[in-house]
């Protein structure tokens, strides 16, 4: 079978969005076949997909959902009816997109073809709803050369700000660029700043806005590994710890209520089901110690704001745990920024890297030192694993974080040994 994971994970090109509806009108416009949905966002764009998309299948809709990044394989990122589709079909429609990109004369980067698969993956099978996250910023995504019936901004942070501008304005002005001229808008309570940047974009736009109100957001208590909460007059069990989700939950349900005002059939009862059915990997993932071994929790967080809110919520509900943190971040991320909020919830933590993007760990070293961390270098993720064990008594925790590629491989090799 064709290699195509080398063609779509190649670097961006310049190229713009007109080029990108090119690529997609050489592939028969495959979007026009399914009501899609974008959702953008600095932190929990990806919880709040996965929990509309599981909302609309729990409705009876057939549903696709595109998410980045893959935590092991890359046949995660194209969903449908929450199953990946297979290896075969993922190059299948690779080859058709590279075709596509050969007629056009332009070239492409590695997200821009890959959401054209996910997108002739859906009409190939009949999705009617598509939940699409956009992969970074906004303006410029691939997503946003998609026409949309429902657009969400989830939490605002800083990230990426080599790319998007060092300020909350510039980074809430490059996602608004998902808003388009009369399509609603769902949003997260944000900063003042970020809030200001989206309620003008949505004026120029003539865009509907809702953000969630948070003082209608009730989270009761995390038992058993469910989250109870009610928000707006619905009560809900979300099998995601964190009161972070619970925020997420309740853009979910503002955005199917939108839909269903817009014609969709979507009733309480779905809404409560597929919060109750979500699935979603590496998020406050919590695993059970084998025999002679600490308890493990992962974490996706990967920037200062998601780190501060692992933080919480390991204070939250580990408050008597010793930590070791197993971390590892990409070069282009605030490691300052990140090894600062670590530093709420560990004393001790091994450094490793899981591909050509992580940072030194002898350079991450100095930023967790900085931060009053006892720092203890292992490049080798399996190594680095073993060491967090060593070092982390029985009655202990490890706290995955840093970067979703690490959460992803130990995750990995913990249902390995598990299998």
Known sequence: MWNYTDYLFE???????????ELYGLLGNPEQSMLCIQIAGTNGKGSTSAMLASILQS?????????????????????????????????KYASKVKQAEELSGKR??????????????????????????????????????????????????????????????????????????GVPVICHPQLKEAEDVIRKFAARLDCE??????????????????????????????????SHQCVNAACAIEMAKKLRESGLIITDESIVSGLKSVRWYCRLEFFKGAEGNADILIDGAHNADGMRTLARAVNKYYPEREIVALMCIMKDKDAAGISKE????????????????????GLLKSYFESAGIKAHPEPDVSEAFDEARRRCQNNGLIVVAGSLFLAGAVRDMIMRERA
């Open 59 to 91: 409705a009876g809709y057939k549903t696709g959902l595109n998410t980045s990044p893959a935590l092991v394989n890359v046949t995660e990122r194209i969903r449908i009816d929450n199953k990946d589709i297979s290896d075969e079909l993922f190059a």
């Open 11 to 21: 670097r961006s090109t310049q190229r713009t969005l007109e080029d990108v509806k």
């Open 108 to 181: 492409f980067g590695g997200f821009d073809r890959m959401t054209a698969c996910a997108l002739l993956a859906f009409s190939e099978a009949g999705v009617e709803t598509a939940v699409l996250e956009t992969g970074l910023g906004g303006r410029k995504d691939a997503v946003t050369a998609v026409d949309t019936h429902l657009t969400a901004i989830t939490s605002i942070g800083f990230d990426h700000m080599q790319y998007l501008g060092n300020t909350i304005e510039s980074i809430a002005s490059e996602k608004c660029g998902i808003l388009k001229p």
């Open 342 to 361: 670590a530093a709420g919830f560990a004393r001790t933590a091994v450094l490793t890297t899981v591909n050509e993007r992580s940072m030194d760990t």
């Open 209 to 242: 806005i809702k953000f969630v109100d948070p003082s209608q957001i009730e989270c009761k208590g995390f038992r058993n590994g469910i989250t109870y909460m009610r928000y707006s007059g619905i009560d809900a069990e979300l099998p995601l710890m964190g």
